[in-house]
């Protein structure tokens, strides 16, 4: 389902990682560690398509997002792909229910009003749905960026650093969410992260710079 080979990554023609590869079928799940400044965001990002590669292929359900120009890997990544940003880069002035439906218009898929309703309450927020983001907890709005994440049934889920600001018991709270949601659809999952709490949630580990 995903396919990374001999990538090289750069900003200003810089060279700053290279990647010999990663491959996972279909409900695979991998996690990628590293110390801070490895390279783990920057990795995940490509993934993404929200940076280009300068050397190498990215291939997601038989689809090479490397040969797409910027606003082609915007349209894939919002049908295909669902992101869990390290900030969380939810709108202040939108309730969470709003926040999880913007991310579809903007992706420009139909509103799943019943499937928000349906996560929120899943993940223990129906009653905080017409709430602002300010109103919610550190972990509330993290499991509010998980459901937008995965509202549209993304193939392949991304989520860059998910934990580093809990405690244990949160900690295991999100990780435990973010596979269960991935696992309801079968979907391809790939974290990144610092956090040697996770090393165990994961067989297939990667750290930047050894071999997998």
Not at 49 to 66: A, E, R, Y
Not at 110 to 137: F, I, V, W, Y
């Amino acid at each position: 389902m995903l396919n990374v080979s001999e990538m090289t990554l750069g900003y200003d023609g810089t060279q700053v990682l290279r990647f010999g590869g990663l491959e996972l079928a279909e409900g695979g799940q991998c996690l990628i560690t590293g110390a801070s400044g490895s390279g783990k965001t920057t990795l995940l990002y490509a993934i993404a398509g929200l940076i280009p590669v300068m050397q190498g292929k990215i291939t997601v359900g038989g689809v090479d997002i490397t040969e797409f120009s910027e606003s082609e890997r915007d349209h894939f990544r919002g049908k295909y792909i669902g992101m869990i940003f390290q900030t969380l880069h939810l709108v202040k002035s939108l309730s969470v229910l709003d926040n999880l439906l913007l991310a579809s218009y903007v992706a420009g898929l139909s509103q799943e009003r019943k499937r928000a309703l349906d996560l929120l309450k899943k993940l223990g927020l129906h009653n905080k749905k017409d709430d602002t983001p300010d109103c919610l907890s550190q972990g509330q709005a993290q499991r509010v960026a998980i459901a937008r994440a995965v509202l549209h049934r993304p193939a392949l889920i991304l989520a860059d650093e998910p934990t580093s600001s809990l405690d244990d018991a949160a900690c295991e709270t999100v990780i435990d969410l973010i596979k269960e949601v991935a696992e309801e659809t079968n979907a391809t999952l790939v974290i990144s992260t610092h956090d040697s709490r996770l090393k165990s949630h994961f067989t297939k580990v990667i750290k930047l710079g050894q071999a997998a």
